[in-house]
């Protein structure tokens, strides 16, 4: 079945850098798109931004530009979100979510990353 | 960049009706197709439960069912049972290949 499965949780303090996976399986990796979504504790969702595993693309909400990166590595089927100089605020659990190409929508979810920034 | 605008909590009885609004733009809800619907129980990641505005996925239960007019889309969950009381997310595509997420709204079954 279709399944994204997400490295462990992290702990990290501030300035440092966060690399969270998603490893996807049972479809063709390079015929859909990967989002990466985020939820601070007790908030809502926010997107952060695209990969198009084919092209090797990415585009981020601009919140993120300048501290964000997604990358994917395609003999594994994983696409990777990186995220620099934390700070506290980052603290959240990350989502990785599938996108039919050009369907707009979300399914299936990762099980979600939890993410800690503390000194 | 702004979120969509949805009631932070939304309450029924078993058996009853209840919908949730979502507000944009029409830079967003306005001006697409592209506007999805999660549901996301405690502890959880998000279901997808509308998709394309009114497409229910296959296993979602047809007491769901979303509607849009102009900038704002609608979520209606029809004979509200215990296992609906959730958050729900609205998302919708923004110009130039960005997304975005409603506020959140819970729903609480009496």
């Known amino acids: 079945q279709v399944q994204l499965v997400q490295s462990g949780a992290e702990v990290k303090k501030p300035g440092a850098s966060v690399k969270v996976s998603c490893k996807a399986s049972?479809?063709?990796?390079?015929?859909?798109?990967i989002h990466w979504v985020r939820q601070a504790p007790g908030q809502g969702l926010d997107w952060m931004g695209i990969?198009?595993?084919?092209?090797?693309?990415?585009n981020y909400a601009q919140m993120f530009q300048g501290r964000l990166t997604m990358t994917m590595d395609t003999s594994t089927s994983t696409v990777y979100m990186e995220l620099n100089s934390l700070r506290s605020e980052d603290t959240a659990v990350y989502y990785c979510?599938?996108?039919?190409?050009?369907?707009?929508?979300?399914?299936?979810w990762g099980q979600g990353t939890l993410v800690t920034v503390s000194s | 960049q702004s979120a969509l605008t949805q009631p932070a909590s939304v309450s029924g009885s078993p058996g009853q009706s209840i919908t949730i609004s979502c507000t944009g733009t029409n830079s967003d809800v306005g001006g697409y197709k592209y506007v999805s619907w999660y549901q996301q129980h405690p502890g959880e990641a998000p279901k997808l439960i509308i998709y394309e505005v009114s497409n229910r996925p296959s296993g979602v239960s047809n007491r769901f069912s979303g509607s849009k007019s102009g900038n704002t889309a609608t979520l209606t969950i029809s004979g509200l049972q215990a296992e609906d009381e959730a958050d729900y997310y609205c998302?919708?595509?923004?110009?130039?290949?960005?997304?975005?997420f409603g506020t959140g709204t819970t729903v609480t079954v009496l």
């Open positions: 049972g479809y063709s990796f390079t015929s859909y798109y």
């Open positions: 998302c919708s595509y923004r110009t130039s290949n960005q997304y975005v």
């Open positions: 990969i198009n595993p084919s092209a090797g693309s990415a």
């Open positions: 979510a599938r996108e039919s190409v050009g369907a707009g929508w979300f399914d299936p």
